[in-house]
């Protein structure tokens, strides 16, 4: 039995960087993006993520490919051959990209706990996504400034797994028709004042 645990285990180290690493490309903030405009609008916004996943995949291989030949970060890069005013943008955007993510993802994982724990409330109201929200951060933070990344990676790693086989799960259980996937990928907008923005 301790054989086959140390195997689970040293299999779960070699694949945990991937699956990391995938759900960071895909976002956790897309995926419940995505996941809220499909039950908002169904299949209309197909064309949108057929867009977004010709353009991720452009750009992973662009700057994959120019760090293999180069040896720098793609950022070095722009430094390099487009100036610091440039990088400086880049950075800017990035970081602006990451809080906004980061305080979606919070603000899910902030209902999701304070949903499950309804039951155990006196009230029923659950627990103050608020409070909620600055423990989760609190830990966090204890975290990296321990240096225990590599424990948050594998946390996170499994919790992408979970996620994926969820919404591979979900695919099967909730099919939509062929014909809705193809009318989806006409571009439309659907007929709602935030359908622009998602």
């Known amino acids: 039995m301790k054989n086959i645990i140390k195997k689970i285990a040293l299999f779960w180290a070699t694949i945990a960087p991937g699956i990391f690493l995938v759900g960071y490309n895909i976002g956790t903030g897309s995926i419940t993006t995505m996941a809220s405009a499909g039950a908002s609008y169904g ?6 993520l ?3 996943c ?21 950022l070095f890069g722009f430094k390099n051959n487009f ?4 990088t400086i943008f880049i950075l800017l ?19 999701v706990i304070q949903e499950w724990s309804r039951p155990i409330t006196s009230d029923g109201e659950g627990f103050n996504m608020i409070v909620v929200a600055g423990v989760i951060s ?9 240096g ?14 979970v996620m994926g086989i969820c919404f591979l799960a979900t695919m099967f259980i909730v099919m939509p028709e062929p ?8 571009p439309t907008l659907p007929n709602h004042p935030n359908a622009f923005l998602i």
């Open 43 to 48: 299949m209309t916004l197909t064309w949108a």
């Open 50 to 52: 057929a867009l977004s």
């Open 54 to 74: 010709l353009f991720t995949y452009i750009l992973i291989i662009a700057f994959s490919r120019y760090t293999i030949v180069t040896g720098k970060t793609s």
């Open 83 to 86: 100036g610091r005013g440039v």
């Open 93 to 111: 955007s990035l970081l602006i990209s990451e809080i906004v993510s980061c305080m979606g993802v919070m603000g899910v994982v902030a209902q």
């Open 138 to 146: 609190v830990l966090l933070y204890y975290i990296f400034w321990q």
């Open 148 to 161: 225990k990344q590599a424990f948050f990676e594998k946390i996170l790693s499994l919790f992408v797994f």
């Open 179 to 186: 014909a809705s996937i193809l009318k989806g990928l006409v």
